[in-house]
Structure formats: C-alpha cells, structure tokens
C-alpha cells in the first residue's frame, strides 16, 4: 500500500493507521502489534548514533526498559542500525513487550520501522518486522 505520508509498505490486512505529530502505526485488530515508520531528516552520527542516543533514553519513554542493544547493520546496501528492547508495555494489563528497530539513511532522510510487540509472540512479530522492513519503499 502507499501511505499518504509518500512511502510504500506491506501490512497485514485489518490493520488500522493512526498517526500522532511524527510518526505513522499501524495496529491489528487486537492491539497487540504495532508497526510504526518515521521520516526525519538525517541527523549527526548516522543512523547508528541515532539509535545509541534512543537506547540510552529508553528507560525514559519504554517503561521498565532491558534487554536492550544496538548493533550496525544495512539495510537494501545502506549503513543501518538494529535497536531491540524488551520493556513493560502500555499497561500492567497488555504485560511486557518487545521492540525490534530499524533505522537507516536514504538520500538525505532518515527511516526508521519497527514493530512492537508482545513478548510471547516474537516469532510472528519477526516475520510481521520483516515483512515490513524488506516491503518498505521510501517516496521518490
């Protein structure tokens, strides 16, 4: 689907967009799966120090922020950076959830995807991360 923030991207069917001032989700039926994309414009140190400052704030917008790291990786042959943390989720109700993030620069920009998700469904939060990490297509 092409978002009218000018991207494309593969979600699941069902899932319902929201937006807040800078970000696009996309959320199942259930609430319990949430893709989320930003477009930013790059900043100092790439997307690796991006995602160094975002894991040193966790704890500051994940409550109950741990298992957390960041590694470099790519992303379609470009510098990219891997955030993955585990924290306590949106209420004491939803329980614990788990975050896999990336970031990456693109002809002056700076995308960021990830998906959120509950800790006792990581393998199909992977394939819902991947699926959207590999379909995403940034605007012309």
């Not at 943390?85 to 920009?109: I, K, L, M, Q, Y």
């Not at 939060?125 to 990490?133: E, G, P, Q």
Request: include cysteine; charged fraction near 20%; proline fraction near 6%.
């Amino acid at each position: 689907m092409t978002d009218r923030q000018g991207f494309r991207i593969t979600v699941p069917v069902g899932y319902q967009r929201s937006t807040d001032d800078r970000r696009v989700f996309y959320v199942s039926p259930d609430g319990a799966f949430r893709i989320g994309i930003k477009v930013d414009t790059a900043t100092a140190g790439g997307p690796l120090g991006a995602m160094r400052r975002s894991d040193a704030n966790g704890a500051d917008t994940n409550p109950g922020f741990r298992d957390h790291s960041v590694v470099a990786t790519t992303h379609n042959g470009l510098p990219a950076a891997l955030w993955e943390f585990t924290w306590n989720g949106f209420s004491a109700a939803e329980g614990p959830r788990h975050t896999f993030d990336v970031c990456w620069d693109e002809n002056g920009r700076m995308y960021d995807v990830w998906v959120s998700a509950p800790v006792g469904r990581l393998a199909e939060a992977r394939s819902h991360f991947d699926t959207a990490l590999d379909s995403f297509v940034p605007a012309g």
